[in-house]
């Protein structure tokens, strides 16, 4: 079955190397449904008027907030049967490699060198002196959600509840497991405070999916035009 279906993926890029590097995690199973939610900037309040406001109820703060809910089904029987690297790792290891890389999505990374190749780098150094604990610096990484060429996003993994179903009998490596995760789509206002070459290209993504969304809105000005006729008494 992989390979005939084009699949999601959730991609985390390291911008602590010279070339940001993309760590890509495929969805081994589309999600059958997902929650796409939206939320007023500025939260409940926003277009109430009060302190601070226009005074406009139709004022608005800025783009709203998007978000996404997704459950993601892993089965290490099926990486073994598609074979090639994904299936030598699931024979060792079941599914948490594929766990591990969701987990690291929720933790900050060290913005000065490290994140999760430096890190491994720094494990296997061979010699070099151990590195001193940091304290983290509470940058999580940047990601892009890609559920097909027509919505592409910047996010922020928000949340991660894993089920794991069954396990390994030797090792008890988990070998069949649903993830929930959830995730916020980064705006242009909020990446307006990052920094280095993963804004220019989060911000682009974000601009390219809103530009398909407001080609589509129009399109759809014609069922518009075509169901209001009868419905409006002028």
Same mark, same amino acid.
């Given at each position: 079955?992989?390979? /005939?279906?084009? &699949?999601?993926?959730?991609?985390?890029?390291?911008?602590?190397?010279?070339i940001p590097t993309?760590? %890509? %995690? $495929?969805?081994?199973?589309?999600?059958?449904?997902?929650?796409?939610?939206?939320?007023?900037?500025?939260?409940?309040?926003?277009?109430?008027?009060?302190?601070?406001?226009?005074?406009?109820?139709?004022?608005?703060?800025? =783009?709203?907030?998007?978000?996404?809910?997704?459950?993601?089904?892993?089965?290490?029987?099926?990486? #073994?049967?598609?074979?090639?690297?994904?299936?030598? !790792?699931?024979? *060792?290891?079941? %599914?948490?490699?594929? %766990?591990?890389?969701?987990?690291?999505?929720?933790f900050p990374v060290?913005?000065?060198?490290?994140?999760?190749?430096?890190?491994?780098?720094?494990?296997?150094?061979?010699?070099?002196?151990?590195?001193?604990? /940091?304290?983290? /610096?509470?940058? *999580?990484?940047? *990601? !892009?959600?890609?559920?097909?060429?027509?919505?592409?996003?910047?996010? &922020? *993994?928000?949340?991660?509840? #894993?089920?794991?179903?069954?396990?390994?009998?030797?090792?008890?490596?988990?070998?069949?497991?649903?993830?929930?995760?959830?995730?916020?789509?980064?705006?242009?206002?909020?990446? +307006?405070?990052?920094?280095?070459?993963? /804004?220019?290209?989060?911000?682009?993504?974000?601009? $390219?999916?809103?530009?398909?969304?407001?080609? !589509?809105? $129009?399109? =759809?000005?014609? =069922? +518009?035009?075509?169901?209001? #006729?009868?419905?409006?008494?002028?």
């Open positions: 079955m992989a390979g /005939k279906f084009l &699949r999601g993926a959730l991609i985390e890029f390291n911008d602590s190397l010279p993309p760590n %890509i %995690i $495929i969805f081994q199973f589309n999600p059958e449904g997902m929650t796409n939610s939206w939320a007023a900037a500025g939260g409940a309040a926003a277009g109430k008027s009060g302190a601070g406001s226009s005074g406009d109820p139709m004022a608005a703060a800025g =783009n709203p907030v998007q978000s996404f809910s997704l459950d993601l089904a892993m089965s290490a029987t099926d990486m #073994i049967a598609d074979g090639g690297v994904g299936g030598g !790792l699931a024979t *060792v290891s079941g %599914i948490y490699t594929r %766990i591990a890389a969701l987990e690291m999505l929720m060290d913005t000065g060198g490290g994140g999760l190749l430096g890190s491994v780098s720094a494990a296997f150094g061979g010699g070099a002196p151990a590195p001193k604990t /940091k304290i983290p /610096k509470g940058k *999580v990484p940047m *990601v !892009l959600f890609v559920w097909g060429p027509g919505r592409i996003v910047p996010v &922020r *993994v928000t949340s991660l509840s #894993i089920k794991e179903t069954l396990y390994d009998p030797i090792l008890l490596n988990p070998t069949q497991a649903t993830a929930t995760v959830g995730l916020q789509v980064l705006t242009p206002e909020v990446l +307006a405070n990052t920094t280095g070459i993963l /804004k220019d290209v989060s911000v682009a993504a974000w601009n $390219i999916n809103h530009a398909l969304r407001q080609a !589509l809105a $129009i399109a =759809n000005l014609a =069922n +518009a035009v075509e169901s209001s #006729i009868g419905m409006l008494p002028f």
